[in-house]
């Protein structure tokens, strides 16, 4: 991905806007729906009103809920979403009000937007330091972390849509465990994903976020763009949902292959809210300062991204309705052209045929030369990974070489054929072995790594 050089737009813009408030947050009810409306300012010049809004069908705790539990829990879905605005000016100051953040949370904040924000960094030739990009002040009194009741039988399941969320969905749900589909803006692929999964909508939970469009015209305009933290903006969301609705369990499907840096060498991660150390550090703050009985783990952490091929392979009733294009998202189509593709496409190659892959994809994309840079990100041939959330170098040319050896045509593909004798080595086949090892740096406990241990060791037989 180009990189652009807006270091001096960096230092325009903290010298033009020297201050961010987080102003306040207005929460309203109606029969159907709890809806918080976010107000943040930009150094006096432009304010936003973002919103987030829960169906409250299924708020089973909300009723008891004190109201000022309620505010704090959606305090802090603000506190992550600011980092959206403030990315437009970098403000070098951001003053948040209404409840006042203790030192430790501070640090925690910090270390959120700086990661969160690597890849934004480095693609604008932004030079800083998580000492110096922020000051944070806050106001108000402290905030207090809920008593609520939770259902330790109960799993909320984030459910996007793609492979990952359709093997964790299918797994659990032949579990004991009373499971609750979770959405955060619907799309058709996350519809499909539930009901081909046997769940209906009122089984489900689904959540609405919308951007202020200042946002985006100022993004047209020249301000500053780019990759924000998602995923961490999920976690807070999906917590606030599962304390409100009485779910103890919070089961994301993150891989251990999100723990691998973008950029080699470096902590710039595209993944980074996916990665183990920001699980854990949310788990550290979701327990100290929302409530301490949330149970908050990546389900598919100890498998890699072939492991999860091979899982995904065995539902064949989702393969043409699974979407994981972020540039076809509108359009609920598969680009072809992008790094999701081509993954997505490489991934599955050693357990799904070429011609099933042909027609999921509607296209042949181990034909397609246009692809090529893309390709050599992917296998390593270039320094730099795709800024998009894929697997390592070595599962793509692993399940290349797989896929080559139960059909020796694809070697002579367009694609393939420059390559092939660059990325294969025979005596350095890890395929096998990623298949058959598990991480050890998890968070499941030993009734959720037993069910998906079980599940995945029954492919062998």
Same mark, same amino acid.
């Given at each position: 991905?180009?990189?652009?050089?807006?270091?001096?737009?960096?230092?325009?813009?903290?010298?033009?806007?020297?201050?961010?408030?987080?102003?306040?947050?207005?929460?309203?009810?109606?029969?159907?729906? +709890?809806?918080?409306?976010?107000?943040?300012?930009?150094?006096?010049?432009?304010?936003?009103?973002?919103?987030?809004?829960?169906?409250?069908?299924?708020?089973?705790?909300?009723?008891?809920?004190?109201?000022?539990?309620?505010?704090?829990?959606?305090?802090?879905?603000?506190?992550?979403? !600011?980092?959206?605005?403030?990315?437009?000016?970098?403000?070098?100051?951001? +003053?948040?009000?209404?409840?006042?953040?203790?030192?430790?949370?501070?640090?925690? /904040?910090?270390?959120?937007?700086?990661?969160?924000?690597?890849?934004?960094?480095? !693609?604008?030739?932004?030079?800083?330091? +998580?000492?110096?990009?922020?000051?944070?002040?806050?106001?108000?009194?402290?905030?207090?972390?809920?008593?609520?009741?939770?259902?330790?039988?109960?799993?909320?399941?984030?459910?996007?849509?793609?492979?990952?969320?359709?093997?964790?969905?299918?797994?659990?749900?032949?579990?004991?465990?009373?499971?609750?589909?979770?959405?955060?803006?619907?799309?058709?692929?996350?519809? *499909?994903?539930?009901?081909?999964?046997?769940?209906?909508?009122?089984?489900?939970?689904?959540?609405?976020?919308?951007?202020?469009? !200042?946002?985006?015209?100022?993004?047209?305009?020249?301000?500053?763009?780019?990759?924000?933290?998602?995923?961490?903006?999920?976690?807070?969301?999906?917590?606030?949902?599962?304390?409100?609705?009485?779910?103890?369990?919070?089961?994301?499907?993150?891989?251990?292959?999100?723990?691998?840096?973008?950029?080699?060498?470096?902590?710039?991660?595209?993944?980074?809210?996916?990665?183990?150390?920001?699980?854990?550090?949310?788990?550290?703050?979701? *327990?100290?300062?929302?409530?301490?009985?949330?149970?908050?783990?990546?389900?598919? *952490?100890?498998?890699?991204?072939?492991?999860?091929?091979?899982?995904?392979?065995?539902?064949?009733?989702?393969?043409?309705?699974?979407?994981?294009?972020?540039?076809?998202?509108?359009?609920?189509? /598969?680009?072809?052209?992008?790094?999701?593709?081509?993954?997505?496409?490489?991934? !599955?190659?050693?357990?799904?045929?070429?011609?099933?892959?042909?027609?999921?994809?509607?296209?042949?994309?181990?034909?397609?030369?246009?692809?090529?840079?893309?390709?050599?990100?992917?296998?390593?041939?270039?320094?730099?990974?795709?800024?998009?959330?894929?697997?390592?170098?070595?599962?793509?040319?692993?399940?290349?070489?797989?896929?080559?050896?139960?059909?020796?045509?694809?070697?002579?593909?367009?694609?393939?054929?420059?390559?092939?004798?660059?990325?294969?080595?025979?005596?350095?086949?890890?395929?096998?072995?990623?298949?058959?090892?598990?991480?050890?740096?998890?968070?499941?406990?030993?009734?959720?790594?037993?069910?998906?241990?079980? +599940?995945?060791?029954?492919?062998?037989?």
């Amino acid at each position: 991905m180009k990189r652009l050089d807006n270091q001096y737009k960096f230092q325009e813009f903290r010298d033009n806007y020297p201050f961010f408030i987080y102003e306040d947050f207005f929460l309203t009810e109606d029969d159907k729906k +709890i809806e918080a409306r976010f107000h943040f300012n930009i150094s006096d010049k432009f304010s936003f009103y973002p919103t987030i809004s829960i169906p409250k069908n299924s708020l089973k705790n909300l009723p008891d809920m004190k109201k000022e539990v309620l505010n704090q829990l959606f305090f802090h879905m603000g506190m992550v979403e !600011l980092i959206s605005y403030w990315k437009l000016t970098c403000s070098p100051k951001v +003053i948040v009000k209404r409840y006042k953040l203790n030192e430790d949370q501070i640090t925690w /904040w910090k270390k959120l937007y700086y990661n969160g924000l690597g890849e934004f960094f480095y !693609l604008n030739s932004i030079e800083t330091d +998580i000492k110096g990009f922020m000051h944070i002040e806050t106001k108000g009194k402290p905030v207090k972390t809920s008593d609520s009741l939770l259902n330790n039988n109960s799993v909320l399941v984030p459910v996007g849509g793609g492979k990952d969320s359709v093997v964790t969905l299918e797994i659990l749900k032949k579990s004991d465990f009373n499971i609750i589909p979770f959405v955060m803006n619907p799309r058709d692929a996350s519809l *499909r994903t539930i009901q081909i999964a046997g769940f209906s909508d009122e089984d489900s939970i689904f959540v609405n976020r919308t951007l202020d469009p !200042l946002m985006l015209e100022m993004n047209k305009k020249g301000f500053l763009n780019g990759h924000t933290p998602f995923s961490a903006l999920l976690a807070f969301t999906a917590s606030v949902v599962a304390v409100t609705s009485g779910i103890r369990n919070i089961a994301l499907s993150n891989e251990n292959s999100a723990n691998e840096s973008t950029l080699p060498g470096t902590n710039i991660n595209h993944q980074y809210s996916k990665s183990m150390e920001f699980e854990n550090d949310f788990r550290y703050y979701s *327990r100290s300062f929302l409530h301490a009985g949330l149970n908050y783990f990546s389900f598919l *952490r100890p498998l890699n991204e072939l492991q999860i091929a091979k899982l995904f392979s065995q539902y064949p009733q989702h393969f043409y309705s699974f979407r994981s294009c972020n540039v076809g998202s509108k359009t609920d189509s /598969w680009c072809g052209k992008c790094p999701k593709c081509l993954f997505t496409f490489l991934i !599955l190659s050693p357990f799904i045929s070429n011609k099933e892959l042909n027609k999921i994809f509607n296209n042949n994309l181990l034909e397609d030369t246009t692809l090529e840079t893309i390709f050599e990100e992917l296998t390593g041939l270039s320094p730099v990974k795709p800024f998009e959330c894929v697997g390592t170098p070595v599962e793509v040319i692993s399940a290349v070489n797989e896929a080559s050896k139960k059909n020796p045509e694809i070697q002579k593909m367009k694609l393939l054929k420059p390559h092939f004798s660059l990325i294969i080595n025979p005596h350095k086949n890890h395929f096998e072995k990623l298949l058959n090892n598990y991480e050890k740096d998890h968070n499941l406990n030993k009734e959720f790594l037993q069910i998906l241990i079980n +599940i995945y060791n029954e492919l062998e037989n």
